[in-house]
């Protein structure tokens, strides 16, 4: 979860607030000491790393050893004065160091406790660790991706789930900020990369809930409709259509594309036809950059 807190922190930095981002001493944030991710450097001049700056924008910071009795008293000061206290630690730490919701709100009964999970905080899995990588393959995001052609599971770059955890996140907070507005009482909200992952794929879920199956994946040479597609071009750079109205604009793109006789052959002309031939179309649109290159 190194992403899924830090990021909502700087997003609510990003919508004016004061964010002051705790680290340990001497150590200080994992994150900082962060030279690869997924494979590729992240780092940069004056011993910076781009993992570390991402999820650190708009925030203030202090060091403090909340293992000890000191700290723990400078953290209570803070929250004596603080709107919100997020973290993404588990379970476990959060009881041992006493920054439990129970133990602050005492402190500050208007506090809004945020907290960031992999897995959410009921059941066998509350106490793990998470990452993104890991929420991909749980949550069926993995096989959302690619081509229909590709049997295996594809990873997605740049911890997209753990995005959306701190997005979902941000977004409880905020509501649970509207809500003390009206009764004057703070409240935990929590969000996991797991569920988060649930909401993204929402659609997907309630085809299998209602139909009984799931959406496929995407067949690039095969799909029903050709002008919802990606085609490559001649300068090998990919072009992404996504008209829906196909039959709206089928004589104009024919026209645009050089192919202007196509639009009414009986096996193209109509949305229905194009679906049942949608092979073929898709294959005379491949030639076209062909014929581009010529």
């Known amino acids: 979860m190194f992403h899924n807190g830090p990021a909502a922190g700087y997003m609510l930095g990003d919508l004016g607030a004061e964010v002051i981002k705790i680290e340990q001493p001497l150590r200080g ?20 790393n781009v993992t570390f700056e991402h999820a650190n924008r708009n925030k203030r910071g202090i060091t403090l050893d909340i293992k000890t009795k ?25 009881l041992r160091a006493q920054m439990d919701y129970e133990t ?21 899995d509350s106490d793990k660790r998470s990452f993104d990588t890991a929420v991909q393959g749980r949550s069926g995001f993995m096989f959302s991706m690619g081509d229909r052609a590709l049997t295996e599971p594809v990873q997605t770059q740049g911890a997209p789930l753990d995005q959306m955890g701190a997005t979902i996140l941000t977004y409880g907070i905020l509501a649970a900020l509207f809500a003390r507005e009206r009764t004057g009482v703070g409240q935990q909200v929590e969000a ?18 209602f139909r009984g199956r799931p959406v ?25 259509l996504a008209e829906y109205q196909s039959d ?46 010529r």
């Open 29 to 48: 944030d994992d994150s900082r000491g962060t030279v690869f991710a997924q494979g590729v450097s992240t780092g940069l001049a004056g011993e910076r």
């Open 192 to 209: 996991s990369i797991l569920g988060s992952a649930i909401h993204l794929q929402g659609f997907n879920m309630s085809m299998v809930s």
């Open 104 to 124: 602050l709100s005492r402190h500050n009964p208007r506090l809004i406790y945020a907290l960031a999970t992999g897995y959410g905080t009921r059941g066998p």
């Open 216 to 240: 496929s994946r995407h067949a690039r040479a095969s799909s029903p409709n050709p002008m919802a597609n990606y085609y490559q071009g001649s300068d090998g750079k990919w072009l992404m």
């Open 70 to 94: 000191g700290g723990r008293q400078i953290l209570h000061r803070l929250v004596e004065r603080s709107d919100v206290f997020l973290t993404n630690f588990r379970q476990s730490v959060i």
């Open 248 to 293: 709206r604009f089928w004589h104009e793109f024919c026209d645009a594309l050089g192919i202007g006789e196509l639009a009414d052959q009986e096996d193209y002309a109509t949305d229905a036809a194009r679906r049942e031939h949608s092979r073929e179309v898709i294959h005379i649109l491949d030639q076209v950059r062909n014929k581009d290159a």
